[in-house]
């Protein structure tokens, strides 16, 4: 059976335009929290290719032998350092074109060239928010004043991220379906910043079930799977503080722990790895995990829902 495709190369402009930001990129840590970090990370296709041999659906969860593991909220929150835990709740729903551009101050004109219902080119994105002049540059294309625009390029980036490191899709655009949701990150809802962290599990449960049946594309975070489950494989001492740490970089600290994985590049060898898994070679526990403080617990129902883009989700677990 032919190989899932997925996010497989970090885009150019992503990586020049947060490098354009310069000290402006601390204004996204309340909102994403380290997701730009995510950049910095090589994509390993061959370490998810192995893990959907190892998937079981009906659970939710991926069976290594005598072991079984699963993402869980508090260690993708505890990860990319997002809200979560007493976070609102955000629900993906269906934006369009229009919100899309009113969101970031574009002209509805502005698109013309790029005619597709349901999303643009990351390129169209960068010339209009990811360099100093972009504003000077392009501002015909533009119904906010170069102060507000100062703004909105933050939260431009933050979309940009968001949509392709978190929610990416085959065709590589910026979709426009996500927009109501990432508003919701940036406005807030009750005064207070949502979670997306539920989202990006459901995501994740949602595409490896579906590419485990069918391959096609895996339309969720490849990237934060692959740490995930690279940081279970190395097994370390635990660091005593890393749960008392409430904005350490994680994610910037990642590779060192994990290097080896990152020099495989056969889903074989790593199928080779998981058959031979045993309790004791697992790192249980990561370091940023709270185990006595669960994101979300549940004894009145053995399962949990959970929105993901495409729809609701049921994963069978008590606590997450």
Same mark, same amino acid.
């Given at each position: 059976?032919?190989?899932?495709?997925?996010?497989?190369?970090?885009?150019?402009?992503?990586?020049?335009? =947060?490098?354009?930001?310069?000290?402006?990129?601390?204004?996204?840590?309340?909102?994403?929290? !380290?997701?730009?970090?995510?950049?910095?990370?090589? &994509?390993?296709?061959?370490?998810?290719? @192995?893990?959907?041999?190892?998937?079981?659906?009906?659970? +939710?969860?991926?069976? $290594?032998?005598? #072991?079984?593991?699963?993402?869980?909220?508090?260690?993708?929150?505890?990860?990319?350092?997002?809200?979560?835990?007493?976070? &609102?709740?955000? *629900?993906?729903?269906?934006?369009?074109?229009?919100?899309?551009?009113?969101?970031?101050?574009?002209?509805?004109?502005?698109?013309?060239? !790029?005619?597709?219902?349901?999303?643009?080119?990351?390129?169209?994105?960068?010339?209009?928010?990811?360099? %100093?002049?972009?504003?000077?540059?392009?501002?015909?294309?533009?119904?906010?004043?170069?102060?507000?625009?100062?703004?909105?390029?933050?939260? @431009?980036?933050?979309?940009?991220?968001?949509?392709?490191?978190?929610?990416?899709? =085959?065709?590589?655009?910026?979709?426009?379906?996500?927009?109501?949701?990432? /508003?919701?990150? $940036?406005?807030?809802?009750?005064?207070?910043?949502?979670?997306?962290?539920?989202?990006?599990?459901?995501?994740?449960?949602? @595409?490896?079930?579906?590419?485990?049946?069918?391959?096609?594309?895996?339309?969720?975070?490849?990237?934060?799977?692959?740490?995930?489950?690279?940081?279970?494989?190395?097994?370390?001492?635990?660091?005593?503080?890393?749960? #008392?740490?409430?904005?350490?970089?994680?994610?910037?600290?990642?590779?060192? %722990?994990?290097?080896? *994985?990152?020099?495989? @590049?056969?889903?074989?060898?790593?199928? /080779?790895?998981?058959?031979?898994?045993? +309790?004791?070679?697992? /790192?249980?526990?990561?370091?940023?995990?709270?185990?006595?403080?669960?994101?979300? =617990?549940?004894?009145?129902?053995? $399962?949990?829902?959970?929105?993901?883009?495409?729809?609701?989700?049921?994963?069978? !677990?008590?606590?997450?």
């Amino acid at each position: 059976m032919a190989p899932c495709r997925m996010l497989d190369h970090i885009p150019r402009e992503l990586i020049d335009w =947060k490098n354009n930001m310069g000290h402006e990129m601390n204004r996204l840590f309340p909102y994403i929290g !380290h997701l730009p970090n995510l950049l910095n990370i090589t &994509p390993n296709t061959a370490i998810i290719q @192995a893990l959907l041999e190892y998937w079981d659906p009906n659970g +939710s969860i991926f069976r $290594f032998r005598e #072991c079984e593991l699963t993402p869980t909220l508090e260690e993708i929150e505890g990860l990319l350092q997002m809200t979560g835990k007493g976070s &609102p709740m955000v *629900y993906p729903t269906n934006g369009t074109r229009e919100q899309f551009c009113k969101f970031l101050g574009l002209k509805q004109d502005s698109m013309d060239q !790029h005619p597709d219902a349901k999303s643009c080119p990351l390129e169209f994105l960068y010339k209009r928010f990811g360099e %100093r002049d972009s504003y000077d540059r392009h501002h015909d294309d533009f119904f906010i004043s170069r102060e507000q625009w100062e703004g909105k390029r933050v939260q @431009a980036l933050g979309l940009a991220l968001i949509s392709l490191l978190l929610f990416p899709q =085959k065709h590589g655009k910026v979709t426009f379906s996500t927009v109501n949701m990432i /508003q919701s990150v $940036f406005l807030g809802i009750k005064e207070k910043t949502p979670t997306l962290v539920p989202i990006i599990i459901a995501d994740i449960f949602t @595409a490896v079930t579906e590419c485990q049946k069918k391959r096609g594309f895996f339309y969720a975070s490849n990237l934060v799977l692959q740490m995930w489950a690279m940081e279970h494989l190395s097994k370390r001492t635990l660091n005593p503080l890393g749960s #008392c740490l409430p904005t350490a970089n994680w994610v910037e600290s990642h590779r060192e %722990r994990v290097i080896r *994985y990152y020099r495989v @590049a056969s889903p074989s060898v790593f199928i /080779q790895e998981f058959n031979a898994l045993t +309790s004791d070679k697992i /790192q249980w526990v990561l370091d940023w995990t709270k185990v006595r403080d669960p994101a979300f =617990k549940t004894t009145q129902f053995d $399962f949990i829902p959970l929105a993901s883009t495409s729809g609701l989700l049921c994963t069978f !677990h008590n606590e997450l």
